[in-house]
Nanobody
Framework: VQLQASGGGMVQSGGSLRLACTSSVSGYTFGRSALAWFRQSPGKEREVVAA???????YYTDSVKGRFSISRDNTKKTVYLQMNSLKSDDTAVYYC????????????????????WGRGTLVTVSS
């Protein structure tokens, strides 16, 4: 499985970015996968930012609630992360991940649940 992330870059505090991650798997497999965005900044552990289950249910870590939105387009095999009101603390490398074995009602938030990872895209928020 290949996950190709794009959309990172540099933005001023308060600005917005949209990340996209496209999968190489079949549409059938993509539709049966849970998807997530993680991030990692220097000196910190990788943390889940947002996740979306097969049914479209979502999870957000507390620090991004109300500012970030995760969505999926199964026809395009793509997961998105819309990031608004960005803060300097959001600066990190963002990774997309997929869990093709997810059950319908689950929204995995642990990194270990995801077997496929993109290479990461850097988001830099300047104050």
């Amino acid at each position: 499985v290949q996950l190709q992330a794009s959309g990172g870059g540099m933005v001023q505090s308060g600005g917005s970015l949209r990340l996209a991650c496209t999968s190489s798997v079949s549409g059938y497999t993509f539709g049966r996968s849970a998807l997530a965005w993680f991030r990692q900044s220097p000196g910190k552990e990788r943390e889940v930012v947002a996740a979306i289950g097969r049914s479209g249910s979502t999870y957000y870590t507390d620090s991004v609630k109300g500012r970030f939105s995760i969505s999926r387009d199964n026809t395009k095999k793509t997961v998105y992360l819309q990031m608004n009101s960005l803060k300097s603390d959001d600066t990190a490398v963002y990774y997309c991940a997929s869990d093709s074995n997810a059950i319908l009602t689950s929204i995995p938030v642990a990194a270990g649940a995801y077997e496929s990872w993109g290479r990461g895209t850097l988001v830099t928020v300047s104050s």
